[in-house]
């Protein structure tokens, strides 16, 4: 079991009977989408896990030292990817998931977020699990290790639902770069909705309010 990495842990009530672990981008850490709690207006008790990625020199920006999941050598960010950090990150927010299932939050009842770097983790974890998820939000993100996941991908991922969104003037994950990423999942056999919106690199209340829609429908279906 890969030692878990540090997080913020929020509750929106007593006893939450769900989990979102929400990964952030390139640079940033937990807090960056801890605001995004109260806008979700989710209406029932969930348990909010927002993790810190370890500090690691980015070969993109000149080695300078930040959090990030993994390397980025340049701006190939498709072709020329860092296997080794992202396979090490999986195993930690995997380990995240095995605590919230130990602590009686069931795997069907866990979502996975995560925004650019923090989206293709959580894609590329929700692919490879043997527990069905709840679902997966991978905003403005990408399918990393796409060359393998048709071999890796389990069983239990073609029943976990992904709601995929991407803003059409994106310059740093590429729009063309997310809606092939889409294409390639739908491929796999995921359930996915695509959505995209007039934006750059970024998060819009469009884009949230989509978002809280699609927690509240899955939600609502287990309720």
Not at 121 to 126: C, E, G, P, T
Request: charged residues 15%; glycine residues 8%; hydrophobic residues 45%.
């Amino acid at each position: 079991m890969s030692e878990l990495l540090p997080y913020i842990a929020l509750d929106s009530g007593k006893n939450p009977r769900y989990a979102i672990i929400w990964l952030h981008g390139l640079g940033a850490d937990g807090h960056d989408f801890v605001p995004m709690v109260n806008e979700l207006k989710i209406p029932v008790a969930v348990r909010y896990i927002f993790p810190h990625a370890n500090k690691i020199p980015v070969t993109v920006n000149g080695g300078y030292v930040m959090r990030a999941w993994y390397d980025i050598s340049s701006n190939r960010i498709a072709s020329e990817q860092d296997e080794l950090g992202i396979r090490r990150s999986a195993e930690q927010i995997s380990a995240l998931i095995a605590q919230q299932i130990a602590s009686g939050i069931p795997a069907k009842r866990i979502f996975l977020a995560g925004f650019s770097q923090g989206g293709a983790i959580a894609l590329h974890v929700a692919l490879r699990s043997r527990f069905t998820l709840a679902g997966v939000l991978a905003l403005s993100t990408y399918l990393p290790l796409h060359q393998t996941a048709a071999i890796e991908i389990s069983a239990a991922a073609k029943n976990c639902e992904i709601f995929m969104a991407h803003g059409k003037h994106d310059q740093i994950v590429p729009y063309a770069l997310g809606e092939t990423s889409a294409a390639r999942l739908s491929t796999l056999g995921c359930p996915l909705q695509w959505h995209e919106y007039a934006m750059e690199h970024s998060v819009c209340q469009a884009e949230i309010s989509d978002i809280a829609k699609w927690l509240g429908e899955k939600i609502a279906t287990q309720a």
